[in-house]
């Protein structure tokens, strides 16, 4: 049995509207899971556990119960992406004068057809692993491209970080470079053939994920076939909802055929073909969802990832965020490198509280407060995980929780002065990677 207690500021959001704080608070990790907090040890729990103190450089051993004393630093959940694409991360910043889709087509689609070159993934991918681990990223729910090759390098660079990812081998048979297309039958192939390679790896913290890149990309024959696997090997589904009007209208008139005036949506595309909530789907953005839309999302249960950065950089709206969460919808965060410029989570977070309270003013919506922006990037995605690792609760440190947490402190003097709360609220909307002193993903530390 494996078992510690770290003492410090314990910050999480076991409930989306406000933060709660245990000041120079004691949490005991068992396991790998959080088993309780409290604001002091009681004689009965010291000598219960055979407490010890130890300094934070001996925190590799892990023979006994120990406290590690992170004195006033604070402690949080660490965060989830979950919506982000890997081959963009080096075109983070490029190109964002565009709307969507003359942006894919002028810088996207031709960055990843490099990644049919597997040195080239090598290059890129360690790059890309990194930056997850330097954002306090543990967790992520993760786009590939269609090349099967790079996306098992990908897969095993996340696996030697020690981080937890749902990966997604890209399908695409249509409107996009001749070098990115497939035909259906190579698509489904490479899709299982990646699924298979998983399976065989036996990643501790790695499982696929069924990825159509979205409507437009997809016929529906191949939509189909990727429902179908999708439902035959109980796999989770990620792809693109609702992003600008123009995709919008684009999908509608693609599959005019198959929709009808009831079941007219964009979301009836991917239901149609087995994708939407069969098994744990998740659509990244939402922003122009139709009432029907916001119906089905409730009834399968299917998650909206908010791509604030994203959503600003390349025109594409201002998500009625407040609005989706009070209706009670499954709301997460992603960072959608590269239309987003920063894989920083708690950038994210901070452009989430941005962008409503543009709404505020624009169309009245009230505005988030930082609790709720925190709690959909870490319980909040840790739902749709959950999901998947299932029997695993994730993203707080509520009791039964994967002990998943970041280690936070500014290094200025003067930070000293300033509450548990206030620390956070400078490191969400100034604090880096030299902030996060310490990484754990259920319970092991992760260097």
Known sequence: MTSYIVKGNIIHTPSIHQFEVVENGYMYIENGKCQWIKNELSEEVIKELNISISKIDEIDDLSKTLIYDFKDMIIIPSFIDLHVHAPQYIQMGIGLDLSLIDWLYQYTFRIEERFADINYAKKCYPAFVQGLYDSGTLRSVVYGTIHKESNEILVDELNKKGLCALVGKVNMNRFAPINLMETVEKSVQDTYDFIEDIKIKNYKYIKPIVTPRFAPSCSSDLLQKLGDLSNELSLPIQSHLCETQREIDWVKDLF????????GTYSDVYKNHSLYGNQPTVMAHGIFMEPREIELALEHNVFIAHCPTSNMNITSGIMPLAKYIDLGLNIGLGSDVGAGHTLAMNQVIISAVQNSKLRHVLYGDRKLVEAEAFYLATK??????????????????????????????DDHPLMDSLTPIEQLQRFLYCGNESSIKMRFLNGDIIR
């Open 380 to 409: 909040g995605n840790g739902k749709f995980f959950e999901q998947v690792f299932k029997g695993e609760k994730i993203g707080s440190f509520e009791e039964g929780s994967s002990f998943d947490a970041l280690v936070i402190k």
């Open 256 to 263: 005019k055929e198959e929709l009808t005036k009831e079941k």
